[in-house]
């Protein structure tokens, strides 16, 4: 795995923590989840990320959905 592959696969844990973490209302004002979502499905779509980045973004993707509908 490369650097700017690590970076991102730790930052999206980094993220998927403090979603986990911390009160809806708080994180829905800082995240604008709606926005997020698409912006990490571009992420997908367009860079074609590694296995774990790819994983990582599906993680964060799913709790947004669960946790913000």
Wanted: hydrophobic share 40%.
């Amino acid at each position: 795995m490369d650097n700017n592959s690590l970076v991102k696969d730790s930052a999206l844990r980094m993220l998927l923590r403090i979603i986990e973490e911390y009160p809806t209302s708080t994180t829905q004002e800082v995240l604008d989840p709606e926005n997020l979502i698409k912006k990490l499905l571009d992420e997908i779509k367009e860079r074609r990320p590694s296995a774990s980045v790819k994983g990582s973004i599906w993680n964060v993707v799913g709790m947004l959905h669960k946790k913000f509908g």
